[in-house]
T-cell receptor
């Protein structure tokens, strides 16, 4: 069974630009959660999608948004990029919500210049 | 509030010794507690999890204990090996908006010295 796939693996942007990251979950998993990982901050929850609906959201500004397609693939978008958005963005898929084991992708490392 | 505190932030042990990492959560309704291991440059990997109806769970050299009254849970690694060196994250499920989400601790960097 293929694991969680994230694209691209690396991305370099400049301040003010926008970016879209993609996540393909494990086959059969309908829940996709997104996390931001920065040194010393652990994994900060961004949002969770299930069957194309956002079910939960973390404490991030509205510049961070996401969506999920009918095949459970998910994208997250960050607009008006700031230097502080530099981080590793991880997605995780599971069969259900936060009460189920989540399986992570390799992440997209976003660098803002 | 939504908070999982994890201690220590760094841990250094000699090969063969035991390592213990502790986490405290704030939501008494939390009922799922996974632990992840993240090696340098790799994805977090689920290594063990426990639910609130169980007090302890073991898998070979690793074990997790849960104290619901005190709202804390711990990861125990026995007979540590150099390949155990990694960052370990605890997490707790928290009910919000009708569904559960995972809240992670800040991580513990474990170094096992030969």
């Amino acid at each position: 069974k293929a694991g969680v796939t994230q694209t691209p693996r690396y991305l370099i942007k400049t301040r003010g630009q926008q970016v879209t990251l993609s996540c393909s979950p494990i086959s059969g998993h309908r829940s996709v959660s997104w996390y931001q990982q920065t040194p010393g901050q652990g994994l900060q929850f961004l949002f969770e999608y299930f069957s194309e609906t956002q079910r939960n959201k973390g404490n991030f500004p509205g510049r961070f948004s996401g969506r999920q397609f009918s095949n459970s693939r998910s994208e997250m978008n960050v607009s008006t990029l700031e230097l502080g958005d530099s981080a590793l963005y991880l997605c995780a898929s599971s069969l259900g919500d936060g009460n189920q084991p989540q399986h992570f992708g390799d992440g997209t490392r976003l660098s803002i210049l | 509030g939504e908070n999982v505190e994890q201690h220590p932030s760094t841990l250094s042990v000699q090969e063969g010794d035991s390592a213990v990492i502790k986490c405290t959560y704030s939501d008494s309704a939390s009922n799922y507690f996974p632990w992840y291991k993240q090696e340098l440059g790799k994805r977090p990997q689920l290594i063990i999890d426990i639910r609130s109806n169980v007090g302890e769970k073991k898998d070979q050299r690793i074990a997790v204990t849960l104290n619901k009254t005190a709202k804390h849970f711990s990861l125990h690694i026995t007979e540590t090996q150099p390949e155990d060196s990694a960052v370990y994250f605890c997490a707790a499920s928290m009910f919000s908006g009708g569904y559960n989400k995972l809240i992670f601790g800040a991580g513990t960097r474990l170094a096992v010295h030969p």
